[in-house]
Structures are given as C-alpha cells and as structure tokens.
C-alpha cells in the first residue's frame, strides 16, 4: 500500500514537469495522459505515459535524484518534431529562462 501512495506522490509531483519538458521543447504535442510509473530494479522511478491520444506514441521519463530533468525515451513509432534549432533543454534551462523573463 505505501509503495502504491509513493508512486501516487512521484506522479503528481513529476506530471506537471514532465509535461512543462515535452511540450516545451516538442511541437507536435497536443495532449499528454500519465498511464503509470515503474520503480526499474535499480530503484529508479519512471513515469510512462503516451501523448495525443495515441497510445503506439508512448514515453518513458526517468525520475532523477531529486526530480525529473530531462531523461525521456520514445516510442519506436514516433519521434517527436523539436521547437527552433533542435536543441533539447533540460527542465532546469527552461525554469532558469521562465524567470528571467
């Protein structure tokens, strides 16, 4: 039961900047469902979910030490288009350029 609570805490805290990353730095996102999260043996929690209510174009956001940063794989049947020149920003660049402005 607490396990399940834990997971239930690492997806409302980590959603929202998994989010704020993807569709920061990817255009063709419109929608994002959580589906659910995964502790990997090595105590590691991943977030999955899969976006535009297509379920073949999932991902995989590693959690790191303390919080999601930039960690994320796809799906084999999608690549996400990126913004601007391609570069990725971690979820830290993104935060840092929000307050400057």
Same mark, same amino acid.
């Given at each position: 039961m %607490? !396990?399940? +609570?834990d997971?239930?805490?690492?997806?409302?805290?980590?959603?929202?900047? =998994?989010e @704020? +990353? &993807?569709t920061y730095n990817?255009?063709?996102? !419109?929608?994002?469902h959580?589906?659910k /999260? /995964?502790?990997?043996?090595?105590g590691i929690?991943h977030?999955?979910g899969?976006v535009?209510?297509?379920k073949?174009?999932?991902?995989?956001?590693s959690?790191?030490?303390?919080?999601?940063?930039?960690? /994320?794989?796809?799906?084999?049947?999608?690549v996400p !288009?990126k913004?601007g020149d391609s570069t =990725? %920003?971690t &979820?830290?660049e993104?935060e840092?350029?929000e307050?400057? @402005?």
């Open positions: %607490k !396990k399940e +609570f997971k239930k805490g690492i997806m409302n805290e980590e959603g929202p900047r =998994i @704020k +990353f &993807l990817y255009n063709d996102i !419109k929608t994002i959580f589906t /999260v /995964v502790i990997n043996p090595t929690p977030i999955q899969y535009n209510d297509n073949e174009y999932y991902f995989s956001a959690i790191g030490t303390p919080h999601f940063n930039t960690g /994320v794989s796809f799906s084999k049947n999608w !288009k913004f =990725i %920003k &979820l830290e993104i840092t350029e307050k400057s @402005k």
